[in-house]
């Protein structure tokens, strides 16, 4: 399980990586190639990540001091609190798979996090420090 985490966590920093490359391009698709190797290793979470990406379910919320989480509408309507650096998300996917059972590295949300980074279609909001306090107190 430790090696599926260490690859994912490869991954997801090279999936992140790409938008960075593609800032100043218009083109924001992900390979076919990369694709693959994303359905290669979370074979059970690309199809759910990539229909959160679609329904532009993955907001980036920050604050003045430069702090960031991210929420995710899940597919069920529920929104999950993801903190993408840490590996980490509010579902009960997340703490069944892969903090009790370990059998998996991350959920859907959590790669939907990294897909809307390389895809471009992250969405941005921006709360006072007070209010991105009582944002993460909603969990």
Do not use: W
């Not at 090279?14 to 694709?35: A, G, H, P």
């Not at 529920?78 to 980490?88: D, E, N």
């Not at 370990?102 to 007070?130: D, E, F, P, Q, W």
């Amino acid at each position: 399980m430790e090696e599926l985490l260490i690859i994912s966590k490869e991954i997801l920093m090279q999936l992140k990586s790409c938008e960075d490359e593609k800032n100043n391009s218009s083109d924001k698709v992900i390979s076919d190639e990369y694709l693959s190797v994303l359905n290669c290793i979370f074979p059970t979470l690309l199809e759910g990540a990539l229909d959160l990406i679609d329904n532009s379910s993955v907001t980036r919320i920050e604050c003045p001091k430069g702090r960031s989480i991210y929420k995710v509408n899940g597919s069920m309507g529920t929104v999950y609190t993801v903190m993408g650096s840490s590996l980490y998300c509010t579902c009960p996917t997340f703490y069944y798979s892969c903090v009790k059972k370990r059998s998996h590295a991350i959920c859907k949300h959590l790669l939907a996090v990294y897909l809307a980074y390389a895809t471009g279609t992250l969405k941005h909001t921006t709360l006072s420090n007070k209010d991105y306090a009582l944002t993460l107190l909603d969990n």
